[in-house]
Structures are given as structure tokens and as C-alpha cells.
């Protein structure tokens, strides 16, 4: 019996299959503040005007807990009117499709799609049969789908390669511009962080018309490892898992070295070059690593940054254009915004997340008490 769900946004029903993330609170309605810039009103990647989410779990039998999602930067003709784009690497040990691409030209034709390891080609297949079934592909002979993943081979049989072009489909057809949903969700399903749950986790960051009024949103696929920092906290090392344990109280060999992936999405309305949206992808990863990451040998860091900007949309029927670009030293807030994004996306992806089980057993949803009681230890949890 297969569960399938479609998540446009926060508000869906939950067969009895699918595990609910309802009581767990995003981190911080639980006290947790990031950085000192503004959120926007929905703490999403949604929060930049043309955005859409869409997500499908895909639960099957005692073995599948997997899933994609989709992000669409907006709500047109993306093949035909393509956004700057850029794509930066931390580790690359993945299986990031349309990469090269999207470093050659410098946009997005297709929305980003995030799954499975070894699904990522029937997922690129899916987005690519809808794509060309659209009015006015009749004769398009070139498409570059971007799919990104993770591997979440523990909790999921992905030897099975579960997602099928429906699954695709239903993100794409049912994606929104309202609340995501977070935590083990859509490519988020089956996926680990720091020996616990992980999934989907998002958040934005509004600049003041002072600072230039822009907004920064970042939706995160985390399935990663390292020493769990949270605002400073260390919260891995207090609650005992981390990589090497073994090896540092016992010298006893050990090859965990807190391996695994993570997916971060950005998105932005400021009107930004793909270089400078380059720029902008580094910056994500200053936020991965305030988490407690070493992006490890066996694991897959990736960013891939958009801007909306209706200003810097390639149109491919157009010669020559003016562009909006905006300077290079107005970006540091830009900057701030999405390393400050990334970290509390990061967060969400763990405090929502709930357990489950799955091919290979159970993963434990991270303790918050135990979480929350560390970081009010450390001076970490600011309650207005």
C-alpha cells in the first residue's frame, strides 16, 4: 500500500502513513533567534514575490520514506523566461544534474527539483516529460533539469528508486506560494542530520528599505553530519553524538566521520548577476558551517541561488537588453541575509522533523527538551 501526499504548504491532510509535524515547533516559536536581520512574514523561501513550494511524500509499505521537492522561482514560462542563476560547490561528493549548464550560461530554464540519490534521474526524466508536454514545447529539443539530492538510503529502500514521474508531477502541478511545509517532508522524508532526523527546513531574511528592501529566502534538504551547534550551543557534544566519539574517548577506530548531504536553495528579488549570485551561494555555506559542519570527505554541500527579479529575466526571444544589477558594496547585507537564513533553515529542518521508521530502522526526532534545556544553559534562547 503506497501513501503518496502532496504538501502545497503547510496546511494538508496527513494520511496515517505520513508522520504529522504538527507538534513540533520551528525553532523559533521555541526561542531560538538567528542573526540580527528582519524575517519576512512567512520565514520561508517564499517570502520572495513569484516563489512556489510544492512537495510529495512517498511512503511505501514498511521500506520507501521518500519524496521530492520543487522549487519554481515563478509563476510563468520558465524555459522561456529564465532566471540568473548560479550554482557553488562545498564538497562535491554528489549527483547534482544540470550543473555544468547552469555555470555556462549563468540561469535556470527549469524549476529545481529535490529527491533521492538514485532517484535523481527518474525525477529529472518526470520534470522533463512535463516540461515538454507544455503548451508551446512542441519543438523544443533541449532541456536542462536541475535535480539536486541527497542520499537517504537508511531510513529508505532506494535501491528501489521509488519516484515516479507522478510524484514529479504532483509537486510541480500543486506547488504554492503560501507556508512550507518543514521537517520530514517531500525530499526531506528519509533523510538523517547529525544522527537525527532531518528533512525540510526553510527561512527568509527582509531587509530594511535602508539596507535596500530586498528579500532572501532559503529552503534547505538536510541529510548531513558534523557536531551539532545551535546559536552557539553545543549541542551535540552535551547530548553525546557526534563524528569520531569512539575514537576520541577510547581509541577505538571509527570511520563515522559525519558524512552525508545538503541541499540549500536561495532565492532572492534583488536584482543580482549570476556571478554575483555566486557570491551569494558562498555566503550559504558560512551558515552551514555555523551548524557544526565540516562538510566531510563523503559528503555533498551544494547551493544553488536564484534571483526573481523581473529586471534581470533572460527572455529567449530578446536581442540586445539593459539589465538592473545591483553594486557590489550594497551586497553585504544581502550576504548577512543569507547566511543568516541558511543557519535557521537548518534549525526548522530539526526541530520539525519527526521520527521515523524505516529499510533500515529507526531515527529519533532530536530531543528538544534535552535541546532546549542546553541552549538555556548557554545563554542561547532569546524569548521576546
Not at 505520513?18 to 513540533?24: A, I, K, M, Q
Not at 557526534?242 to 577510547?250: D, G, K, M
Request: hydrophobic share 45%.
Amino acid at each position: 500500500m503506497a501513501a503518496l501526499l502532496l504538501l502545497a504548504g503547510a496546511g494538508c491532510a496527513h494520511s496515517q502513513a505520513v508522520p504529522s509535524t504538527t507538534e513540533r515547533p520551528r525553532a523559533r516559536d521555541a526561542g531560538v533567534r538567528v542573526g540580527i536581520l528582519p524575517l519576512g512574514p512567512l520565514n520561508a523561501i517564499t517570502d520572495v514575490a513569484g516563489v512556489r513550494v510544492g512537495q510529495t511524500t512517498v511512503m511505501e509499505g514498511d521500506a520507501v520514506r521518500t519524496g521530492v521537492t520543487a522549487i519554481l522561482p515563478h509563476g510563468g514560462d520558465l524555459f522561456r523566461e529564465r532566471v540568473p542563476a548560479a550554482i557553488v560547490v562545498g564538497n562535491g561528493f554528489g549527483k547534482l544534474l544540470g550543473v555544468t549548464q547552469v555555470r555556462e550560461l549563468g540561469e535556470l530554464e527549469t524549476p529545481v527539483l529535490l529527491t533521492c540519490t538514485l532517484c535523481v534521474w527518474r525525477a529529472a526524466d518526470g520534470m522533463v516529460g512535463w516540461l515538454l508536454a507544455r503548451p508551446g514545447m512542441e519543438e523544443v529539443r533541449s532541456v536542462n533539469p536541475v535535480v539536486g539530492e541527497t542520499n537517504d538510503g537508511y531510513l529508505n529502500d532506494i535501491r528501489a528508486r521509488p519516484i515516479r514521474a507522478e510524484h514529479v508531477i504532483a509537486a510541480l502541478e500543486g506547488a504554492t506560494a503560501g507556508p512550507v511545509a518543514e521537517g520530514s517532508v517531500g525530499a526531506g522524508t528519509g533523510t538523517v542530520a547529525f544522527g537525527w532526523k532531518g528533512g525540510i527546513g526553510t527561512s527568509s531574511r527582509r531587509l530594511p528599505v535602508s539596507l535596500g528592501g530586498w528579500t532572501v529566502g532559503v529552503l534547505v534538504q538536510t541529510n548531513y553530519g558534523g557536531v551539532l551547534t545551535i546559536a552557539g550551543a553545543p549541542v551535540g557534544v552535551e547530548l553525546g553524538r557526534y563524528p569520531f566519539r569512539s575514537a576520541l574517548e577510547a581509541a577505538v577506530p571509527e570511520r563515522d566521520g559525519g558524512d552525508g548531504s545538503i541541499m540549500i536553495v536561495v532565492a532572492t528579488d534583488a536584482p543580482l548577476s549570476s556571478r554575483t549570485l555566486e557570491r551569494v551561494a558562498q555566503r550559504a555555506l558560512a551558515g552551514l558551517a555555523r551548524t557544526g559542519s565540516s562538510m566531510s570527505n563523503g559528503s555533498g554541500d551544494y547551493v544553488i541561488a536564484f534571483s526573481t527579479a523581473g529586471s534581470v529575466r533572460r527572455r529567449v526571444t530578446e536581442g540586445p537588453r539593459t539589465v538592473e544589477d545591483l553594486p557590489n558594496d550594497l551586497l553585504s547585507p544581502v550576504f548577512l541575509a543569507a547566511v543568516e537564513a541558511t543557519e535557521e533553515a537548518i534549525y526548522n529542518s530539526l526541530f520539525r522533523a519527526t521520527t521515523v521508521t524505516g529499510a533500515r530502522g529507526t531515527v529519533e526526532a532530536l530531543p528538544l527538551e534535552e535541546t532546549l534545556a542546553i541552549l538555556r544553559a548557554h545563554g542561547a534562547l532569546r524569548v521576546p
